[in-house]
């Protein structure tokens, strides 16, 4: 017989004072190094994406729920947001402008009420697929009422024109700096929350609900209000979210609520990690660094995304998240210096693989888009003519010696890491506890 | 009036069927292999510039051939060497790779034809009114014509093949119980891999029809996409009948929303209830039909899931 262990409920421990107090301070001190005008731009979007990823996470990763349309809660929340900064402005509202993402989250989660209780009366794929539809409905009205959504230019605003923070005049969130800290307050206040919700008992039960929603109900629990209530809720985070892009942009149209929005909060999510609570954290830091770092580069970054995404769906599910903790679970065991040799190996041809590819896509987008600029392009710096044939020889070259290396390593690296985990495995049922 | 009339409800019915040549193939891999595949409409985009190029290069005619059978080929590696790898997941993980899929697809279309429409024409044979209809005074295309004759054309060759044919014998059974199949000695994933790719190549098909009488673009995909997904909701998930009369239904209200300019100011005046301009619900209240078109069918996926959340023809709970 198993001895019963007791478990003692200490929600304030001290590892997680550790854990939370290093992440503000993070926050808090990023500025001091990063401080050109860009890096503050890809914090503060980074911030913004990483309440709206985890709001994500509550229902793919905790409930089970695959959602094509959450950028509808975001999104509404965004024009509520920026309805209320123009009311501000014209001095018929007395709020200030740093609680506008709170108006903003609760005309999301306003939404999440109405949307969650058609959406949520099914689980699984009906839910994805009635949710695209829900964001189809909701981006299609958008243009179609111009007065509240502004059209197809959207609406604008002016975040300075509130009355300054705390009485002190020169705390105006008109520099970039002001926004960030902003952005970035919001963004700890969230990721706690949403992380202590995990712990409460609708948390617990949203688990048990995505796990086996038949033993769920057999205890008593009805799963269409757990989804709704988690949809609900996961709608006013994401309305927060939406309310610090309207901040941060000064700008909000159609394109707030789209489908692309919804897509892409999906891969952040996915990307880092959805069984993970920190897993959208780490998904939201790159796909911002994809969609507003790469894009600056090549104009093919959606391809780019779109391959890392489907690589990482069909190699490793967990996300980036279960990749560190299953190395970090190698490293604890000591057998991380065996992996070292496959690891450079791999890693140096799929590299290679991919210095390839990525020439042979910049080549033929140069030649199908930017025509008009004559047949040469500069990759990595170095000049390439489109016309001759050098460069298209050397690409699909360097691609096809890095693909043939590459399968050759791989099968190596597999042999290697099944082992060791095996070995982590046996060694963890011989030695419980 | 009469002939106006009869001639939406031939666009709508055309576009029906067209939406029905996706929802079939969509309807059949869902069923199948409960995997929901989003790449499905990027497939039908995919299918229409590859016609595009067969077309330039050999005719319309051989592209009819050709693109359909390249989709099969790209269905079967799809599934082969990509969702079967992913299967062992679950489901989720299945359906995000077809999310990534269609990403990837959409993004390499214009990396190879780039991010404007492709000039991608109706066959000379084929344009022009149908000649018969005219005389009655109803303006229709002959491309209209052609194209409810192939959606029609592949419906019958469908139900032949699931009905009459050992292998539709061995997909229907296989579409419930999978394992007593397999044990009967049948090679159930050589099955999904055949039904993948037959899926991708009505996909295909369609694209090859759709593409010239619609614009053959990049965001074709995306705007057929969620149309196709509410017509199978509102169907009934996995089930063909319901997906064609849901088909139907959408086609013939987007036809004939688009052109009607009814809207509630206008009946309730009709009905000697003027309203006053400086209502509040007067903007709302003062669209047409023709200006909430875009979101009827998705106004009909709500009903449907507040009134009969199974679909039209469902069968299955979720």
Known sequence: ?433 | MLEATLSQALYGVSYGLLLFMLAAGLTLIFSMMGVLNFAHASFYMLGAYIAYQFSTWFGFWIALGAAPLMLFILGVLVERWGLRRVHKWGHVPELLFTFGLSYIIVELAQVIWGRAAVPYRVPSELDGPVAWLQALGITFPQYRMFMMAVAVGMLVAIWLLLTRTRIGLVIQAALTHPQQVEALGHNVPRVFMLVFGGGSALAGLAGVVGGNAFVTEPAMAGTVGAIVFVVIVVGGMGSLAGAFIAALLIGLLESFGKVSDLSVVKLLASLGMPLAPDSTLYPVLTLTLSQVAPVLPYLVLVLILIVRPKGLLGTRED
């Open chain 1, 1 to 433: 017989m198993a001895e019963l262990r007791v478990i003692t409920f200490r929600p304030l421990n001290f590892g997680r004072w550790v854990i939370w107090g290093f992440t503000a301070l993070l926050f808090a001190l990023l500025p001091a190094f990063f401080s050109k005008g860009f890096a503050l731009t890809l914090m503060s979007q980074m911030g913004i994406m990483i309440v709206f990823a985890l709001s994500y996470n509550m229902l793919l990763g905790q409930s089970g729920m695959l959602s094509f349309g959450h950028a509808v809660y975001s999104g509404l929340g965004a024009f509520f947001a920026m309805h209320a900064m123009n009311r501000i402005a014209a001095g018929s509202l007395d709020w200030p402008i740093s609680l506008l993402p709170l108006i903003a989250g609760l005309a999301g989660g306003f939404f999440g009420v109405i949307f969650g209780y058609l959406t949520t009366r099914k689980a699984g794929t009906p839910f994805a697929m009635i949710t695209l539809g829900i964001g189809e409905m909701v981006f299609a009205a958008s243009l179609m009422f111009p007065g509240f959504f502004g059209g197809e230019g959207g609406i604008t605003g002016n975040r300075t024109a509130g009355p300054p923070l705390f009485g002190i005049s020169s705390l105006t969130f008109g520099p970039q700096l002001q926004v960030y800290y902003l952005i970035a307050v919001w963004c700890v206040a969230c990721m706690v929350a949403m992380f202590a919700l995990t712990h409460t008992p609708l948390g617990r039960i949203a688990n048990a609900v995505r796990d086996n929603p038949e033993r769920a109900e057999f205890i008593g629990y009805n799963t269409q209000r757990v989804r709704w209530l988690m949809l609900i809720l996961s709608s006013f985070f994401a309305g927060i979210a939406g309310g610090l892009t309207a901040i941060n942009f000064e700008i909000v149209s159609a394109e707030n609520v789209s489908a692309v929005r919804s897509g892409g909060v999906l891969l952040a999510a996915f990307i880092g990690g959805a069984s993970f609570f920190f897993g959208p954290i780490l998904g939201a830091i790159v796909f911002v660094f994809f969609s507003v770092a790469l894009s600056e580069y090549t104009k093919a970054w959606q391809l780019y995304l779109g391959v890392f995404f489907v690589t990482l769906v069909m190699f490793a599910p967990g996300g980036l998240a279960s990749l560190l903790l299953m190395n970090l679970r190698v490293m604890k065991f000591g057998k991380f210096k065996r992996l070292r040799d496959p690891y450079v190996g791999v890693l140096l041809t799929a590299l290679t693989a991919a210095l390839g590819t990525v020439m042979l896509i910049e080549l033929t987008y140069h030649v199908t888009l930017d025509t008009g600029q004559g047949p040469v392009t500069r990759l990595f710096g170095i000049p390439m003519d489109t016309g001759a044939p050098g460069p298209w020889v050397l690409a699909a070259f360097v691609l096809l010696c890095g693909a043939l290396a590459f399968e050759y390593y791989r099968r190596h690296f597999a042999e290697c890491w099944s082992e060791i985990q095996i070995e982590i495995e046996d060694w963890i049922r011989d030695n419980p506890t």
